[in-house]
């Protein structure tokens, strides 16, 4: 667990440094020592993206990227990453249950709504249960920032939902204005009141 820590602690600071070679020289010791050198096994870390191979899917058509844990609450280029490579939906696997900390419950809900709402993707982020002490519902937020369905904490459930993935449009992440419109309007502001300031944005090439 240490070193696969370590080794994905170093594959972030790669993708902001790809030029550090101390950085790389590390990763590659670590991925030596657990696994990466038998040559019948595919290469887990793809050098050109910065990523883990596994951290991206296909799955019925629908792009699928992967944060695991703490690095999908603290580091949120992680899932820009995986949104730039085409992600439409984000897991996150994690387990806040070691400690009674309540007071991060309402942080780590605010950052997977932030997540999603900020890539304009779909999130979904599943939380160990133990009953004793939960710092984290399982949930799915929908593109816009709303929560789409979640669990009860300190309980055992199954959390299914039906989710439309074209709302996926990955408009905040590309600054697409006329695609954020729906998400930050919706029905509150007449098309006539924004619509210059679109005009205006568009000859300004921003």
Request: hydrophobic share 40%; with cysteine.
């Amino acid at each position: 667990m240490i070193q696969e820590k370590f080794a994905q602690g170093n594959s972030i600071l790669h993708r902001l440094d790809p030029a550090d070679e101390v950085t790389r020289s590390q990763f590659l010791d670590a991925a030596e020592h657990f696994g990466n050198w038998v040559e019948e096994v595919p290469a887990w870390f793809d050098w050109d993206s910065g990523l883990y191979r596994s951290m991206w899917f296909g799955a019925d058509g629908v792009k699928v990227g992967i944060v695991i844990c703490f690095e999908g609450f603290r580091f949120a280029q992680t899932t820009r990453e995986c949104v730039r490579q085409g992600a439409q939906l984000i897991f996150q696997p994690q387990n806040n249950t070691t400690r009674p900390n309540d007071w991060k419950i309402p942080i780590h809900h605010a950052m997977i709504v932030t997540r999603a709402a900020e890539n304009t993707v779909w999130f979904a982020s599943c939380n160990a249960c133990y009953p004793e002490h939960q710092n984290c519902r399982t949930m799915v937020v929908a593109p816009d920032g709303r929560v789409h369905g979640q669990l009860e904490m300190k309980r055992e459930g199954l959390l299914v939902s039906d989710i439309d993935i074209e709302q996926a449009t990955r408009a905040m992440f590309e600054f697409d204005l006329a695609g954020t419109v729906p998400l930050l309007f919706a029905d509150t502001v007449a098309p006539e009141e924004y619509a210059s300031a679109l005009t205006a944005a568009e000859q300004s090439d921003i």
